[in-house]
């Protein structure tokens, strides 16, 4: 079995139909009206997608599958262990990798440097199924690169890293869509996986709700650590990064790949590091 010829072929697949699934389903009964033409989001989304993958495949040479082959026989790995059951091998490697993401994402608010680079995916606005590949590169590379470190010292078995893989593109694309699901399906789903209801909170422009939610796909790490939010802290949701948002509007594609760099004060970040780190809601 050619498991790296299969594994490009499923991401593939799961994130082009995961994708037009969710577009199609918020072009029918959006939650919210876009500010910006979705033409002109989606434009840019697409190159910054384009640049990361390019990036990350230039630098880092490899793939969570294509390390987790080659490492499948080193010694003295975690999980590389005969007497560990292959249905816990699995089990503990989609769940130590969904919690790796849950851990980077929580480092990405509580650091400066780090948050004026994941700053530029909350500065969307709008919400929408595009909003899932709005990241800045250098976020693309460090998550990624945790992530392949994750698999070295963990040596899991290749088919549940892919597994792994692809439930966290389908998810992160389905937590992004403007869409909600019914009462009662909300209620139960979030007990289980990551919502587009749940995760819009964490898009709120208030330090109080993007200090929440920080879970990739499964909500049991916020509710383990204590950053779990049902409802917003105030009435209403709204989205982005105010001027990082209207400065995009004339900088477009530039404007965001070198607003991390720019001078500017850190008030937002300098709040959402004390709100974590005081446990403040």
Not at 57 to 68: Q, S
Not at 117 to 130: C, G, K
Not at 215 to 229: K, R, S
Not at 251 to 268: I, K, N, Q
């Amino acid at each position: 079995m050619n498991l790296p010829r299969i594994a490009n072929l499923a991401y593939w697949a799961v994130f082009v139909t995961v994708f037009l699934l969710a577009a199609i389903g918020e072009s029918q009964r959006p939650v919210t009206a876009l500010k910006i033409p979705a033409e002109k989001r989606w434009t840019v989304h697409g190159i910054l997608f384009i640049i990361s993958v390019a990036l990350t495949g230039l630098i880092l040479r490899t793939t969570p599958v294509l390390l987790a082959i080659s490492v499948s026989g080193r010694e003295h790995a975690l999980l590389n262990r005969a007497w560990i059951p292959l249905a816990a091998q699995w089990l503990i490697a989609i769940l130590v990798l969904d919690f790796t993401r849950y851990a980077a994402h929580r480092t990405m608010h509580s650091v400066n440097f780090l948050w004026r680079i994941h700053e530029i995916h909350h500065s969307d606005r709008d919400y929408d199924v595009s909003t899932a590949v709005r990241f800045h590169p250098i976020e693309v590379l460090l998550t990624e690169g945790v992530t392949l470190g994750v698999i070295w010292l963990l040596a899991p078995p290749p088919a549940s890293v892919l597994a792994a893989v692809l439930l966290s593109i389908a998810e992160n694309v389905l937590a992004h869509a403007n869409i909600s699901l019914p009462a009662r399906m909300e209620a139960f789903v979030r007990r289980l996986l990551i919502t587009p209801d749940s995760h819009r909170l964490h898009h709120s422009c208030d330090s109080r709700d993007y200090n929440r939610n920080f879970g990739q796909t499964f909500p049991w790490w916020d509710q383990m650590f204590g950053t779990w939010a049902v409802k917003p802290a105030g009435s209403t949701i709204q989205t982005g990064v105010p001027a990082i948002a209207t400065a995009e509007m004339s900088g477009g594609l530039p404007h965001l790949l070198l607003e991390p760099f720019r001078s500017r004060p850190d008030v937002a970040t300098s709040d959402a590091a004390t709100s974590i780190a005081t446990g403040r809601k």
